[in-house]
């Protein structure tokens, strides 16, 4: 066990001598040491009640014989840093968190791990600590937030929020409807009520195994989420008994397995960066093209907000996860052999599960599209792909042709789309803010919705090198690689370029020849970086492109 190298001899002593300071006891020291890494905060919704999540799984660990040591884990609220220079320090702390519980669990050799995420960089970050440490780890999260509701009985959610800010742009709706929406959207803690980035992540901590059922879908401020986290307290020391490692759960066919329920499920197009950063920390390598292939395949059986109007209580109700891996089963798209943190494989974990509502989790036979809910596309403008969420696109926008607005920074984009200077048809492109470019590469939530609330949803697409909230719909393109900082294709894009798109043959093009491109590119100047200091400065000269997850490279 770890946790000999601190508590077993005369020579650890004075090692002993500090545990004893914590107020532990013989007996507890006696027992498996199990780090609770609870990434409780005051300032992120999702985040409010994990306080209580960790002491329900603290009990769940005691029950079972093991002696619980809580530490923390950050985590930052993409809606809040929404907008601001708050938006490059999101994706960010990914890498930061993933770091620091690695430095805590080396530096205090724990017996094993309940990881207690919730929201959207905090699942993958804790979930690449999990692979990079191989000790026995569960998750337990926080669970999704409760949907909203109208005075006229409209449900609503964060999405929905944020266009209301478009509409009112628009002029159609005013500040009371503005308001009503504000009280309204985020009525409960837990991850916002749609299959956004964290609940989407989540929802992947099962199908790749690392999650008990129900993980990704009961709700936050249900008594079975307590329930749920005791259970896996008690679980985490049947892996340690076992000697079950993430290495043993995260093989190559569970990262398969969760790609394949990331399409059914519709999920964000931000699991286009999580799934291979974290494989990456498995020794596993995932490429765009595979996820297409395995698009190709996977039929879409869910369309929760924004692609549609359910939530994630609504899919909780319906069977969850394992309801919609249950459909899968029925084209034989799993692996049932891989373990899981059961400690059982996948397909003994399936018997039971069923599709309690086949309005919620449409049936194989009768899917929402025959391919999954995110398409990567290739051309000139993206050699090396860039990402949709098909399912959300609106039909007349999946091939599309318009000319170039090009803008370098988000906020650019923003104040012309409030200016209402974007006209049907436009392709709007918002460059040099990547991983390296940003740096941070930016959730584009703002000018999406701006667009969606103006009413351009089904006319208007945006191209972007940076990268897209869950809560996005629309025709909107992210992950462009290489970025523009990079000497991409999208850096030599001028006003009134036509682009080309065509989702359901995966092109994307920018109509312009290649000797006019090499003028340009010989002409080409990358400008000066927008953060000269402090950690920022450090992550873009070490990140790596969006195509590859955008880790960090030593």
Not at 523 to 543: D, F, H
């Amino acid at each position: 066990m770890p946790s000999e190298q601190i508590k077993r001899g005369v020579g650890r002593a004075p090692n002993r001598s500090l545990l004893y300071a914590l107020g532990l006891t013989e007996e507890e020291l006696s027992r498996p040491l199990v780090g609770i890494v609870s990434s409780y905060n005051e300032i992120v919704p999702g985040h409010m009640n994990l306080d209580k999540i960790a002491e329900a799984v603290k009990a769940g660990v005691r029950a079972a014989g093991g002696t619980p040591i809580m530490f923390p884990a950050i985590a930052v609220c993409d809606g809040i840093a929404m907008g601001h220079v708050g938006m490059k320090y999101s994706l960010v702390t990914r890498d930061l968190i993933a770091d620091s519980t690695e430095a805590m669990v080396m530096a205090h050799q724990f017996d094993g791990l309940v990881m207690i995420p919730n929201c959207d960089k905090n699942v993958p970050g804790l979930l690449m600590a999990a692979a990079r440490l191989d000790i026995p780890t569960i998750f337990c999260s926080g669970g999704p937030m409760l949907a909203g509701k109208l005075k006229d009985g409209r449900r609503t959610c964060l999405s929905h929020m944020f266009e209301a800010v478009g509409a009112y742009h628009a002029g159609t709706l005013d500040e009371d409807g503005v308001k009503e929406y504000e009280e309204n959207a985020c009525p409960s803690c837990g991850s916002c009520s749609g299959m956004y980035t964290a609940n989407s992540m989540n929802c992947l901590t099962e199908a790749i195994g690392m999650a008990l059922p129900g993980n990704g879908t009961i709700p936050a401020p249900y008594s079975a989420r307590l329930r749920l986290a005791k259970k896996a307290g008690m679980q985490v020391m049947e892996l340690i008994k076992k000697d079950i490692r993430p290495s043993q759960i995260m093989t190559e066919a569970a990262f398969r397995n969760a790609e394949t329920v990331d399409m059914a499920l519709g999920c964000s197009t931000n699991t286009m960066l999580h799934l291979p950063a974290i494989a990456h920390e498995a020794g596993i390598t995932i490429s765009l093209d595979e996820s297409n292939a395995i698009s190709a395949r996977t039929p879409n059986l869910c369309h929760l907000a924004p692609a549609g109007e359910t939530f994630m209580e609504d899919l909780d109700q319906a069977g969850g996860v394992y309801g919609v891996m249950k459909e899968l089963t029925k084209k034989n798209l799993l692996d049932l052999s891989v373990m899981t943190c059961t400690g059982k494989t996948m397909g003994e974990n399936l018997e039971t599960a069923q599709n309690r509502d086949p309005s919620i989790i449409r049936p194989v036979e009768n899917p929402y599209s025959q391919s999954g809910g995110i398409a990567v596309l290739k051309g000139n403008l993206a050699v090396d792909g860039c990402v949709v969420k098909q399912s959300a696109v609106a039909p007349e926008m999946m091939v599309h042709e318009g000319p170039a607005r090009v803008f370098n920074s988000e906020e650019e984009a923003i104040e012309a789309i409030y200016g209402k200077q974007i006209r049907p048809g436009d392709v709007v492109v918002i460059r040099y803010e990547g991983p390296k470019g940003g740096p941070g590469m930016r959730e584009m939530l703002n000018p999406t919705s701006a667009i969606c609330g103006m009413g351009l949803g089904e006319s208007v697409a945006l191209l972007t090198d940076g990268r897209f909230s869950g809560a996005t719909r629309g025709a909107s393109i992210g992950h462009i690689s290489p970025e523009a900082a990079a000497g991409g294709t999208i850096a030599l894009v001028e006003e009134g370029d036509l682009i080309s798109i065509d989702i359901p043959n995966c092109k994307i093009e920018l109509k312009v020849s290649d000797e006019e491109l090499q003028k340009r590119r010989a002409a080409w100047v990358c400008p000066e970086p927008k953060i000269q200091s402090g950690y920022l400065l450090r992550y873009a000269k070490l990140v790596s492109s969006a195509d590859k997850g955008a880790i960090l490279q030593a």
